[in-house]
């Protein structure tokens, strides 16, 4: 994979069948219904019950809006992905205005990622990366790579202007 900044967002290409297929996850896993995502992403947050409930009746559905408004840009985003010339890897553009977004996204789509796959700290080092399941390895890997998109959305490099989108698109 790699990243260029464009007038219009930020460009990673050559994004890998693989890679696709964990950036088209994304909207599904912060939509998942399953419990332990659920548990994850809007865990318990008050000390007294009748605190949380009111927690529960007022925050989540609006927490659960934004999860799904964030699923429904990622997923408009990827369907305007493209192929790379001569290639079977992909070119997708977030613009700069779908970032927040896309943050927001990728690190839900890490903890619905981590709680699935019942990972721990350990597995997520060198050490405990080599004795987890395949399953727990496949899952550390797309944690990964989503980890390594956001730290780009951050601003964690310094990027320059390549000029713009259609300048990397070939028709």
Known sequence: MWVAKVD????????????????????????SSDARVRGRLLPETCDGEEDEQHWRQHAVPELERLFLSRAQ????????????????NGLLLIPFEHVNAWLAALNAARLALYALNDMTAEHMTPEGFVTATPK?????????????????????????????????VME
């Open 8 to 31: 219009e967002g930020w460009l990673f290409g050559d994004l890998t069948p693989a890679s696709v297929e964990t950036l088209t996850g994304v909207p599904m896993l912060i939509e």
């Open 73 to 88: 840009l990622v997923r408009r985003d990827l369907a305007q992905m493209k192929k790379m010339p001569e290639s079977v």
């Open 136 to 168: 727990q390895q496949e899952a550390a890997l797309r944690i990964d790579l989503l980890a390594e998109m956001q730290g780009v959305l951050l601003g964690d490099d310094d990027f320059e202007s390549a000029g713009s989108f259609e300048d990397f």
